[in-house]
C-alpha cells in the first residue's frame, strides 16, 4: 500500500521532549521526516539515527523536522539517545498503530519495520521508501534532503 500523494495519517504519541507529539502540530509549518526503525539499540538502527541527527541542522535550514518512531518505550528511547547523541525526537509507537496506519507494521515480529515518509507542510506524504528487510538501510539522510529541496 503506497500512501504517495495521500494526506498522511495523523496521530499522536509520547516522546522523549517529554508532552507527545501530534504530527498534524507541524501543518503550514514544516516539512516533517518521518522514520521508522525497528529497534533501540539494534546494530543498524544505531547507524541511521544517529546519521540523521547528525544532519539536523541541514534538515532544519530545509525547513523540516526528523521523528523517529518506533515500539520501544519513551525511557528506551531516552537511554538509547543519551548513548548514541541521538537529538531527533524518538516516539513510543508501543503496540504499533502508527507503523500500521502507515503499512510498515511486522505484526509477526512485533516491531516496524525500516521505513522512510516526508510529509510536506500540507500534511501530504511526497516521498516513501520502505525497506526490503530491516537490516538494510539505503534510504541516507542526502536523499532524503534533495527530495525536500525538489519540494520547494
Known sequence: MSLLGQPAPDFTLPSTLGQPVTLSSYRGQKHV???????DFSPVCSMQLP???GRQDDFADAGAVVLGVNRDSVYAHKAWAAEYGIEVPL???????VAR???VA?????ISGRAVFLIDRGG?????HVEAQ???YTVRPEVVL???RELA
Open 91 to 97: 516516539l513510543a509507537d508501543m503496540n504499533l498503530e
Open 134 to 136: 530491516t537490516g538494510e
Open 33 to 39: 521526516v518521518l522514520v521508522f526503525y525497528p529497534l
Open 124 to 128: 501530504v506524504v511526497r516521498f516513501e
Open 106 to 110: 511486522l505484526d509477526e515480529r512485533g
Open 51 to 53: 546519521e540523521y541527527s
Open 101 to 103: 496506519q502507515y503499512g
Open 146 to 148: 534533495a527530495k525536500i
